[in-house]
């Protein structure tokens, strides 16, 4: 089974929905992480959680909130939905200690905002 | 913020060849981590091989291997003898040392391996 997985895989939606992708992770890990990719801009952070009562902002969280319900979950939310929220979307999760630090990544979730 | 820097939206390579991306970044950091990742069509981003910048010794893995060059914030990826899965976008990364810091992505390199 896959250490870091994602609901959906693929959602279509309208503008003005509220959606939730969620992310569950067996690895054990303290930090998870949600970013958005689109085409000629890499991967863009929205939200970082380091334990289950701390949560940050990334470069982009206008529009998005979040939720961390257990150290294995972490919710990202898009509260209303516009289409240049079209994108996929990764939930990442990794050690916390410099030494070993490595993000590893979900399988990705791909919405599509009409 | 740190920026991670990919100057070659697009490249291709002959299979069996040798390719090299190339990444910069910009940091008044001294110790830190890079990365390079591969994402397939699969989209499943995979961790090919990682570098800390304490370290003189390049990073190898196999096929892999990095030239890294710290005084000029650069962070090169050499694939060597090409093979048609090695097609993917490639993604460089940085990481500071510091406990709380984030991970910055480069916009991505999508490398063709032509048969």
């Known amino acids: 089974d896959a250490d870091v997985t994602q609901t959906p895989r693929n959602r279509i939606t309208k503008t003005g929905k509220r959606i939730m992708l969620e992310c569950s992770q067996t690895k054990g890990h303290d930090r998870m992480y949600w970013y958005r990719q689109d085409p000629g801009l890499g991967l863009r952070l929205i939200y970082y959680s380091f334990d289950v009562k701390d949560i940050n902002k990334g470069e982009i969280s206008d529009g998005y909130s979040v939720s961390r319900q257990a150290q294995a979950k972490f919710s990202l939310s898009l509260e209303s939905a516009i289409p240049n929220q079209t994108a996929l979307y990764f939930c990442?999760?990794?050690?916390?200690?410099?030494?070993?630090?490595?993000?590893?990544f979900g399988p990705g979730t791909r919405l599509t905002v009409l | 913020a740190q920026t991670v820097t990919q100057s070659q939206p697009e490249m291709s390579v002959q299979e069996a060849e040798t390719v090299t991306l190339s990444c910069t970044y910009d940091t008044s950091e001294s110790d830190y981590y890079l990365f390079w990742y591969k994402q397939p069509p699969s989209r499943q981003m995979i961790l090919v091989i990682r570098?800390?910048?304490?370290?003189?010794q390049n990073a190898t893995e196999n096929r892999f291997s990095v030239n890294f060059q710290k005084a000029a914030k650069s962070f090169s990826l050499k694939i060597s003898d090409s093979q048609l899965g090695d097609a993917a976008m490639y993604f460089c990364?940085?990481?500071?040392?510091?406990?709380?810091?984030?991970?910055?992505f480069g916009t991505g390199t999508s490398l063709t391996v032509i048969p």
């Open positions: 990364a940085y990481r500071g040392r510091g406990a709380g810091n984030q991970f910055y």
């Open positions: 570098q800390e910048a304490y370290k003189q």
């Open positions: 990442a999760t990794s050690e916390g200690s410099p030494s070993t630090d490595t993000q590893y």
